[in-house]
């Protein structure tokens, strides 16, 4: 049978993700297995199922296991864009491109056992298109919190790393599931999901090319769900100290200030003097200092004195990509202070920021 070059690449990159390539203690965690008209990988933490489009291989029936790396390679390196399929009778594909010849030895291993332990069933739940930009909303890059990766309990979708808190409101229902930031940013990779189900440990998507993405799911029952959906829920917005849009300018402000910032707790903390005319942005290390003052877009009607607030630049600059809009509340008492806090909002999602006291530092 005669394959495509291209078109088997593409499903092998696709494939990629439930790739293991480090050390691998997983039996054909590190293989591409083809079986029942598609190729699977399968790390015990991420499963990719690819339907075959080659028609060639289709016919064929093609079955058996081979080492992904060494497949790949030799795969992307062949000379043509046609490749010559053959399946022999001791066990091995051999492969003819141009002058190159390869074999290429199956792997003796019970894949079908393993696959079967995926229990993907017919029971999919449709996914709306705010699917996807919950996940876009409530991912944190660089979170590690035990409380890392994004929970989903019916309309909520959280996230936190301990200093803030991301809620995203559904327009359709989910069952609860607590997935992993690394399993979050390969979903969002794949860009059209609009199935899901969840079978056992593991939480199933389909897009609309019938790629099933897998991935293992979290202990969901260890999630403080119910204290912090409390925290959002009681936040009092009318008793804010001040409700008003972030200037545009600020962001591009944090980012320069950053060079210089502070290092409390092991967060890159900057200072907001915030004033009825404008946010003074500055921050100090002993390399040197910063300072910018941002005037506010639309005037401050309430009246209020100076206030200094530290706030965590990455974090900041972050949400206030999502929205301008903000309330600063009261928060928590510590080392004495009452410690504000930033509420940002949408029509969609809320969320809540820490900030912090150079006490602590």
Same mark, same amino acid.
């Given at each position: @049978?005669?394959?495509?070059?291209?078109?088997?690449?593409?499903?092998?990159?696709?494939? @990629?993700?439930?790739?293991?390539?480090?050390s691998v #203690?997983?039996?054909?965690?590190? #293989?591409?297995v083809?079986?029942?008209?598609?190729?699977? #990988?399968?790390?015990?933490s991420?499963?990719?199922?690819?339907?075959?489009?080659?028609?060639?291989?289709l016919?064929?029936?093609?079955?058996?296991?081979?080492?992904?790396?060494? %497949?790949?390679?030799?795969?992307?390196k062949?000379p043509?864009? /046609?490749?010559?399929?053959?399946?022999t009778?001791?066990?091995?594909?051999?492969?003819?491109c141009?002058?190159?010849?390869v074999e290429?030895?199956?792997?003796?291993?019970? %894949?079908?056992?393993?696959l079967?332990?995926?229990?993907?069933g017919?029971?999919?739940?449709?996914?709306?298109?705010?699917?996807?930009s919950?996940?876009?909303?409530?991912?944190?890059?660089?979170?590690?919190?035990?409380?890392s990766?994004?929970? %989903?309990?019916g309309?909520?979708?959280?996230?936190?790393?301990?200093?803030?808190?991301?809620?995203y409101?559904?327009?359709?229902?989910l069952p609860?599931?607590?997935?992993s930031?690394?399993s979050i940013n390969?979903?969002l990779?794949?860009?059209?999901?609009?199935? @899901?189900?969840?079978?056992?440990?593991w939480?199933?998507?389909? #897009?609309?090319?019938?790629?099933?993405?897998?991935?293992?799911?979290l202990?969901?029952?260890?999630?403080?769900?119910?204290?912090?959906?409390?925290?959002i829920?009681?936040?009092?917005?009318?008793?804010?100290?001040?409700?008003?849009? &972030?200037?545009?300018?600020l962001?591009?402000?944090?980012?320069?200030a950053?060079s210089?910032?502070m290092?409390v707790?092991e967060?890159?903390?900057?200072?907001?003097?915030i004033?009825k005319d404008?946010?003074e942005?500055?921050? /100090?290390?002993?390399?040197?200092?910063?300072?910018?003052?941002?005037a506010w877009e639309?005037?401050?009607?309430?009246? %209020?004195?100076p &206030?200094?607030i530290?706030?965590?630049?990455?974090m900041?600059?972050?949400?206030?990509?999502?929205t301008?809009? &903000?309330?600063?509340?009261?928060?928590?008492?510590?080392?004495?202070k009452?410690?504000?806090?930033? &509420?940002?909002?949408?029509?969609?999602?809320?969320h809540?920021?820490?900030?912090f006291?150079?006490d602590?530092?």
């Open positions: @049978m005669i394959i495509q070059k291209k078109e088997l690449l593409e499903s092998l990159k696709a494939c @990629m993700p439930g790739i293991e390539t480090g #203690t997983l039996q054909g965690a590190d #293989t591409f083809f079986h029942d008209g598609k190729i699977f #990988t399968y790390n015990d991420v499963s990719v199922t690819i339907p075959i489009k080659n028609e060639s291989l016919e064929e029936g093609l079955e058996g296991c081979v080492k992904a790396e060494e %497949f790949f390679k030799i795969i992307s062949l043509a864009d /046609e490749i010559k399929f053959l399946v009778e001791n066990n091995t594909w051999l492969l003819k141009g002058k190159a010849k290429m030895n199956l792997l003796d291993f019970d %894949f079908e056992s393993r079967k332990n995926l229990n993907v017919d029971d999919w739940i449709d996914l709306d298109d705010d699917f996807i919950a996940m876009n909303v409530c991912r944190m890059s660089g979170n590690k919190s035990q409380l990766g994004i929970y %989903f309990n309309k909520d979708v959280l996230s936190t790393d301990g200093n803030q808190v991301n809620l409101m559904l327009k359709s229902e609860v599931f607590w997935v930031d690394n390969e979903l990779k794949l860009g059209d999901l609009k199935k @899901m189900q969840i079978s056992g440990s939480v199933h998507f389909q #897009t609309d090319n019938e790629v099933i993405f897998s991935v293992k799911t202990n969901s029952d260890s999630y403080p769900y119910d204290k912090l959906k409390k925290i829920d009681s936040t009092d917005l009318k008793k804010s100290e001040l409700h008003a849009n &972030f200037p545009k300018e962001s591009s402000a944090i980012d320069r950053i210089f910032s290092n707790l967060h890159p903390v900057v200072r907001l003097i004033s404008k946010i942005v500055s921050s /100090e290390r002993s390399s040197g200092k910063y300072n910018e003052k941002v639309k005037e401050i009607e309430s009246e %209020f004195e &206030f200094i530290y706030v965590d630049a990455q900041i600059q972050s949400i206030s990509q999502k301008a809009e &903000f309330y600063l509340v009261k928060g928590p008492i510590r080392n004495g009452a410690i504000p806090r930033m &509420f940002f909002v949408t029509e969609s999602s809320k809540l920021i820490c900030t006291d150079l602590e530092e």
